[in-house]
């Protein structure tokens, strides 16, 4: 049997040639152990654009209406009768994922993001109402309390919310691959991923270098947190790290030659990708041989480890740089994006929803 539901606000695309528009959606009553969000921001992820475009039509078609958004921090205002960790009034976030069957291996090692029935917050088959799960582009959202997370008090969360995303995504590999004091770590792209990349890095102790097309962009990444910024067309600048670094972590989605990168890499080095290019990228093989390089890629993070990053982030004080708009200018934020034309991520003030 269906739960029983109540109307909310959100954004959302009829088409993938239709803009992001005002509408009303159906949402669950919260079950036994459900958290209902009054949804304070929202970031805007690159994933929410290639989502609403039906970009990513091969392994994840977009089934319409989309209602988008991962990066989601909010207020408790009801809970389940058995929730136990939230009451209301109190600051939480959502993420990428809002379920998972919490039985199998992945689940087990608190790696839900890798679990084979995890749900999406957003484009997901929905177990509850049926069709799919609507994201963060709305007054309110209604998640299992597993997946809720909770807020240090310190932070301006106008800013957390790309931590939800943007920020587990490149603070899981590093973690990983044990990024920390005495290592050299490179970030190849001063993006979203990018720019909490460094922060992040800085804020385990490590040596930072930047890699940038753009050489307007190396003061920014020094204030990020970075102890260098090399332009990566600059063969000379680039010939000077060759087989010197510990961990680079590459951001960027575009077309590029990760093997320029991967020739940075010493001995055990490891180069993991976050951004996703559409095409396959020419890895040659004696690149990882010759000192026992490795490439992999890296997915978000469970949820223990989403918690551990935000209280990471409120000990060392860490948010986005980001710029607020209201929802009203969401569809001008995603050209915006596509130009890259954002320091360094949009979060939407849902406060801005009421107003229509
Ligand atoms: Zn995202
Ligand atoms: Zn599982």
């Given at each position: 049997m269906h739960p029983s539901t109540y109307k909310a606000k959100a954004y959302s695309a009829a088409s993938e040639t239709s803009p992001l528009a005002s509408t009303i959606i159906a949402r669950r009553d919260p079950?036994?152990?459900?958290?209902?969000?009054?949804?304070?921001?929202?970031?805007?992820?690159?994933?929410?654009?290639?989502?609403?475009?039906n970009e990513w039509s091969e392994f994840m078609a977009t089934n319409y209406p989309i209602v988008p958004g991962h990066e989601i921090v909010g207020r408790v205002t009801r809970v389940g009768s058995?929730?136990?960790?939230?009451?209301?009034?109190?600051?939480?976030?959502?993420?990428?994922?809002?379920?998972?069957?919490?039985?199998?291996?992945?689940?087990?090692?608190?790696?839900?993001?890798?679990?084979?029935?995890?749900?999406?917050?957003?484009?997901?088959?929905?177990?509850?109402?049926?069709?799919?799960?609507?994201?963060?582009?709305?007054?309110?959202?209604?998640v299992n309390e597993h997946f809720v997370l909770r807020l240090p008090s310190n932070l301006n969360i106008a800013g957390v919310a790309p931590l939800l995303c943007a920020g587990i995504t490149t603070y899981s590999p590093m973690r990983h691959w044990g990024v920390g004091q005495g290592k050299k770590v490179g970030v190849v792209g001063l993006g979203g991923l990018g720019h909490m990349g460094v922060k992040f890095a800085h804020a385990f102790g490590a040596r930072v270098v930047v890699f940038t097309t753009s050489p307007n962009k190396r003061d920014d990444a020094m204030r990020l947190g970075a102890d260098e910024a090399v332009v990566s067309r600059n063969a000379d600048e680039m010939k000077k790290h060759a087989g010197s670094f510990d961990f680079i972590l590459d951001t960027v989605s575009a077309d590029h030659d990760v093997?320029?990168?991967?020739?940075?890499?010493?001995?055990?080095?490891?180069?993991?990708?976050?951004?996703?290019?559409?095409?396959?990228?020419r890895v040659p093989a004696f690149g990882l041989i010759v000192r026992r390089r490795s490439f992999s890629g890296s997915s978000i993070g469970g949820i223990a480890e989403t918690q551990e990053m935000l209280d990471f982030c409120g000990k060392h004080n860490i948010t986005a740089d980001v710029e607020v708009i209201p929802v009203q200018k969401v569809n001008e934020a995603y050209e915006r994006l596509l130009k890259s034309d954002v320091k360094y991520r949009f979060s939407i003030d849902m406060a801005s929803l009421k107003s229509k």
């Amino acid at each position: 049997m269906h739960p029983s539901t109540y109307k909310a606000k959100a954004y959302s695309a009829a088409s993938e040639t239709s803009p992001l528009a005002s509408t009303i959606i159906a949402r669950r009553d919260p079950t036994e152990r459900d958290v209902q969000i009054e949804i304070l921001f929202c970031g805007i992820c690159h994933s929410d654009l290639h989502s609403v475009r039906n970009e990513w039509s091969e392994f994840m078609a977009t089934n319409y209406p989309i209602v988008p958004g991962h990066e989601i921090v909010g207020r408790v205002t009801r809970v389940g009768s058995a929730v136990t960790k939230y009451k209301p009034g109190e600051l939480v976030a959502v993420g990428c994922m809002v379920d998972s069957d919490r039985t199998c291996q992945n689940c087990k090692r608190d790696l839900e993001q890798f679990c084979p029935n995890m749900t999406l917050t957003f484009n997901s088959p929905d177990k509850h109402l049926g069709g799919v799960t609507y994201g963060g582009y709305s007054d309110s959202i209604v998640v299992n309390e597993h997946f809720v997370l909770r807020l240090p008090s310190n932070l301006n969360i106008a800013g957390v919310a790309p931590l939800l995303c943007a920020g587990i995504t490149t603070y899981s590999p590093m973690r990983h691959w044990g990024v920390g004091q005495g290592k050299k770590v490179g970030v190849v792209g001063l993006g979203g991923l990018g720019h909490m990349g460094v922060k992040f890095a800085h804020a385990f102790g490590a040596r930072v270098v930047v890699f940038t097309t753009s050489p307007n962009k190396r003061d920014d990444a020094m204030r990020l947190g970075a102890d260098e910024a090399v332009v990566s067309r600059n063969a000379d600048e680039m010939k000077k790290h060759a087989g010197s670094f510990d961990f680079i972590l590459d951001t960027v989605s575009a077309d590029h030659d990760v093997n320029a990168y991967i020739n940075l890499l010493g001995v055990d080095g490891n180069l993991t990708l976050v951004g996703a290019p559409a095409e396959p990228l020419r890895v040659p093989a004696f690149g990882l041989i010759v000192r026992r390089r490795s490439f992999s890629g890296s997915s978000i993070g469970g949820i223990a480890e989403t918690q551990e990053m935000l209280d990471f982030c409120g000990k060392h004080n860490i948010t986005a740089d980001v710029e607020v708009i209201p929802v009203q200018k969401v569809n001008e934020a995603y050209e915006r994006l596509l130009k890259s034309d954002v320091k360094y991520r949009f979060s939407i003030d849902m406060a801005s929803l009421k107003s229509k």
